[in-house]
């Protein structure tokens, strides 16, 4: 069993920056691929980065690519978001996820934990 906890969200403006943390407790955080996703309303939840169990490959969704860095802390159990250039469209609840021995999967299908959610929001 894992639980996950995300925090970091806010409101900024266009431009602005934020970084995620993903905080992971229960079994061992190191055999676990990360994922990152993100939810508006009335749409489905979509892939926004990721990253293997082994930390090395990272996946991300184009339109997130250059501004968008995921990266793990196995000693601190935590998973990191660093959302740079942020823009109006990056507005939705960000949710990280968590796969046993998994290898940056982008369907939410693979993922086996999930946290609460953290709100983001962007204004022009």
């Known amino acids: 069993q894992v639980q996950l906890v995300e925090s970091g969200g806010g409101l900024v403006q266009a431009g602005d920056s934020l970084r995620l943390s993903c905080a992971a407790s229960?079994?061992?955080?190191?055999?676990?691929?990360m994922g990152w996703f993100r939810q508006t309303p009335g749409k489905e939840r979509d892939f926004v980065a990721s990253?293997?169990?082994?930390?090395?490959?990272?996946y991300y969704r184009d339109s997130v690519k250059g501004r968008f860095t995921i990266s793990r802390d196995n000693a601190k159990k935590t998973v990191y978001l660093q959302m740079n250039s942020l823009k109006p469209e990056d507005t939705a609840v960000y949710y990280c996820?968590?796969?046993?021995w998994g290898s940056g999967s982008m369907w939410t299908s693979r993922y086996d934990y999930w946290g609460q959610g953290t709100q983001v929001t962007v204004s022009s």
């Open positions: 996820a968590a796969d046993h």
């Open positions: 229960g079994e061992t955080f190191s055999s676990y691929s």
């Open positions: 990253m293997n169990w082994v930390g090395d490959s990272t």
